[in-house]
């Protein structure tokens, strides 16, 4: 808590940059919230509690440090946390989805995400755009960007499918998790407005790449090299890169 408060005290202090101004993120708007409380269920004969259903809310919800209320994590080794508290998905992924499942109800939530984000109509993806460190408030709250998700074999229990993980990784679509640096309420339809973003501008896509790749190039060095330097991205990433910049080859 102390960690976020006192990034968050950093920001306050920055004046936005001109992109974040211009940027039409002022358009993103929470299109469902989502909350849910783990459950029991079975897969391939083993019980599996799980807080991946997520069903969508009306009306103001508190938003704090650790969650939504009402809403909760079964695995809080991996799940939730200060530097999980909310996970984001964009709704424009959804027709992505529609197309590789046919057939397939695809309900608010189905991705085990608190906020559902409507996005402006643009070139690239929301993980394009959205960088690690940017900040944004949203109803009374603000939160910070933190990570990608990389899911965890929970998703593959919510689909009843067990190359679930293997599809949403390699699509790319991953969405991403903030942090709460001030707590307020949240509802549908409140915009999630630009404070700053963050110098070092990592976009979430490029984690989730640099995450990915066998081997790193140059560039790909340059990549972590600036990531490390953000405040918000959590200590177990920063300590993945830094072991593969020790055991890897670099390319050319």
Known sequence: MKRYLEFASKRAGRIPTIAALIEPFVHIKVASLNVGLPREVTWHGMAVTTGIFKQPVEGRVSLRTLNLDGDRQADLTVHGGEEKAVYCYPFEHYEYWKRELPGRELPMGMFGENFTLDFPAR????????????????????????????????LGVRFQMDDMVKRFLVSGRTGFYLAVTREGEVGVADEMTPIAEDASAVPVSEVTRLFRVKSYSIDDVRSIERALQVEALPESWKEYFRERLTRDTVGT
């Open 123 to 154: 070139e690239g993806s929301p993980e394009d755009s959205v960088h690690i460190g940017d900040t944004f408030r949203v109803g009374t709250a603000e939160v910070v960007v933190t990570q990608p998700r990389l899911p965890c074999y929970k």
